[in-house]
């Protein structure tokens, strides 16, 4: 299990470099969309990295819950971006709302003592 938690926490850490790519690429540099976008990517990749860690350390009781209210949260920025592009089908999307919804039942695990 500890391999699937590590996959996914590399997961999220790619999605949040594909959304660097995509800020450098969507923005003008510099503009408040471009900086407001890479502080989204910043996001993503320190919910990535702590997951990453608590994966390590199935003792660790108060990263698991940093991890667990972190990824519930960043479940619900996807969503709301999902919301407000008007498909919340996207992939952009479902990769980071699956990715950091996994990551959530894997910090609860942690939590239970079941890692």
């Known amino acids: 299990m500890r391999t699937v938690d590590t996959i996914f926490g590399i997961l999220l850490l790619i999605g949040a470099i594909l959304h660097s790519y995509g800020t450098f690429i969507g923005y003008a540099p510099g503009s408040e969309i471009f900086v407001w976008s890479l502080a989204g990517s910043l996001a993503a990749a320190l919910i990535a990295v702590l997951n990453l860690l608590r ?6 009781r108060p ?37 950091a919804l996994v990551l959530a039942g894997f910090s609860l695990r942690t939590l239970m003592g079941r890692a």
Do not use: E
């Open 55 to 60: 994966s390590r350390r199935p003792a660790d």
């Open 63 to 99: 990263l698991a819950w940093i991890c667990l209210v972190s990824s519930l949260c960043w479940v619900g920025v996807a969503l709301a971006f999902g919301r407000a592009i008007g498909n919340i089908a996207d992939p952009r999307v479902l990769w980071h709302a699956v990715a």
